[in-house]
């Protein structure tokens, strides 16, 4: 079990990636701690991990407020003792370019994609100095990687994720905390399925977001969710400071 006894909080925990992820480092041996705006959504999953006996702490709340994120962090160290894996996923996609976004919607990307992280990092980073080890993984994206059209705030606030991620990389590397953020292109989630739903024409929005891919598919949740074991996990304790790209070739 690669997470076995080891402490991981996943925001953004109860739907897609966050979901998947949960689930797994569960099967892995994690106990967890699982942070998201959805109480019935979260509710419904804690119930199910805790029925198949996983050790598991919900938190209600939005990660992009600083209470939130003191008192997920504070709970987790008074429940469990430590915090060994901070999964920072929680995040939002808006369209739009740059010029069509408006002041409310580019400051409500950066708040949830880019600000939660910075709050949850600063809160769990002395836990993990004080422990001499942990590692934080963040959710970026593709569109972080070289931007990607329509995407203007939400590809900004993913850009950020990767420099967010290299700056405590290199700051806190000495203190035994590895940080990783994650690049995938498009990832069938529920999120997405919502947004091909409202599109003018819901069947073209699919073929358009699967002909991204070269590979003519998009990631599967669960396939992004295994990457977050490995970071997660020591079999990635020689990696730091990297935004690791799983595209389906749309780089190449």
């Given at each position: ?13 109860a ?32 119930c ?15 990660v992009?407020?600083p ?13 469990y ?28 990307t ?85 947004r ?17 891919q ?34 389906g070739?749309?780089k190449?």
């Amino acid at each position: 079990m690669k997470l076995d006894r080891k402490v991981a909080i996943i925001t953004g925990a109860a739907a897609g990636i966050g979901e998947s992820a949960a689930r797994l480092f569960a099967r892995e041996g994690a106990k967890l701690v699982l942070v998201d705006v959805d109480r019935e959504k979260l509710g419904d999953l804690v119930c199910e991990l805790e029925q198949a006996a996983a050790m598991v702490l919900d938190i209600v709340g939005d990660v992009s407020d600083p209470a939130v994120c003191r008192e997920a962090i504070q709970r987790t160290v008074h429940q469990y003792g430590r915090i060994d894996v901070l999964f920072n996923n929680a995040g939002i996609v808006l369209n739009g370019s740059l010029v069509e976004c408006t002041e409310e919607e580019w400051q409500r990307t950066i708040d949830i994609n880019l600000k939660s992280m910075y709050l949850m990092s600063r809160a769990a980073v002395p836990v993990m100095q004080g422990q001499g080890c942990g590692c934080i993984i963040n959710m970026s994206s593709i569109a972080g990687t070289s931007g990607v059209a329509s995407r203007g705030a939400y590809s900004v606030s993913k850009a950020g994720v990767i420099g967010l991620t290299k700056s405590l990389a290199i700051d806190f590397m000495k203190d035994g905390i590895r940080v990783n953020c994650i690049c995938p292109a498009t990832v069938d989630t529920p999120s997405l399925r919502q947004r091909i739903a409202a599109a003018p024409d819901p069947e073209a929005a699919l073929r358009a977001f699967i002909a991204r891919q070269p590979m003519g598919r998009m990631a599967r949740p669960e396939e992004v969710a295994a990457l977050a074991l490995y970071l997660a996990s020591d079999d990635s304790r020689f990696m730091t400071g990297q935004a690791i790209i799983m595209d389906g070739g749309m780089k190449l």
